[in-house]
T-cell receptor
Framework: GNSVTQMEGPVTLSEEAFLTINCTYTATGYPSLFWYVQYPGEGLQLLLKATKADDKGSNKGFEATYRKETTSFHLEKGSVQVSDSAVYFC???????????????FGAGTRLAVHP | NAGVTQTPKFQVLKTGQSMTLQCAQD?????MYWYRQDPGMGLRLIYY???????DKGEVPNGYNVSRLNKREFSLRLESAAPSQTSVYFC????????????FGSGTQLSVL
């Protein structure tokens, strides 16, 4: 079935370091891909999305490119801040869910800790 | 800007007790969802409601029931709580479907002893 695999955390970085969080997926059809972020004590928020191959989603300095050939959607940021400390979830919309209704499949999440 | 409101934020139950988690959204969204979040497993869909008057099972529906009371409200009921239901529960909504942005509540931390 469809699935999402993320790199295990925690990822610990110093402020202004470069961030990569790896995400790969398995899917039939052509899903949309998402990154959601969860700050401490809060619900998830959409960070960025891409709906087709080679699309690049971007927001708040984060970027991810939909790579169909490698089935990947890695999250990157050139210079992280302490305020980026959170849990990041990669997700895909499952186009094959019964009833023709899409649902999101989430990865396990990657915790990022940024130190001053 | 209330968005998605969940109550309660924390709950402790004994095995066999029942309870209802409440969720309401004020964005006029058609679709609502209940997820559970467990360490190392991401979020798993329990039930969803594509539109008012309809509900469907997700990946892990056993032990739960839901009610889409109206367009705003979508409740999750545990009839006889079990320790395996200890988790963080999130309600979410979206305008029409999961290809669009989901808006999440802040979660309910439930412990079943």
């Amino acid at each position: 079935g469809n699935s999402v695999t993320q790199m295990e955390g925690p990822v610990t970085l110093s402020e202004e370091a470069f961030l990569t969080i790896n995400c790969t997926y398995t899917a039939t059809g052509y899903p949309s891909l998402f990154w959601y972020v969860q700050y401490p004590g809060e619900g998830l928020q959409l960070l960025l999305k891409a709906t087709k191959a080679d699309d690049k989603g971007s927001n708040k300095g984060f970027e991810a490119t939909y790579r169909k050939e490698t089935t990947s959607f890695h999250l990157e940021k050139g210079s992280v801040q302490v305020s980026d400390s959170a849990v990041y979830f990669c997700a895909l919309s499952d186009p094959m869910f019964s009833g023709g209704y899409n649902k999101l499949i989430f990865g396990a999440g990657t915790r990022l800790a940024v130190h001053p | 800007n209330a968005g998605v409101t969940q109550t309660p934020k924390f709950q402790v139950l004994k095995t066999g007790q029942s309870m209802t988690l409440q969720c309401a959204q004020d964005m006029n969204h058609n679709s609502m969802y209940w997820y559970r979040q467990d360490p190392g497993m991401g979020l798993r869909l329990i039930y969803y409601s594509a539109s008012e008057g309809t509900t469907d099972k997700g990946e892990v529906p056993n032990g739960y029931n839901v009610s889409r009371l109206n367009k705003r409200e979508f409740s999750l009921r545990l009839e006889s709580a079990a320790p395996s239901q200890t988790s963080v529960y999130f309600c979410a909504s979206s305008p029409r479907g999961a290809n669009e942005k989901l808006f999440f509540g802040s979660g309910t931390q439930l412990s079943v002893l």
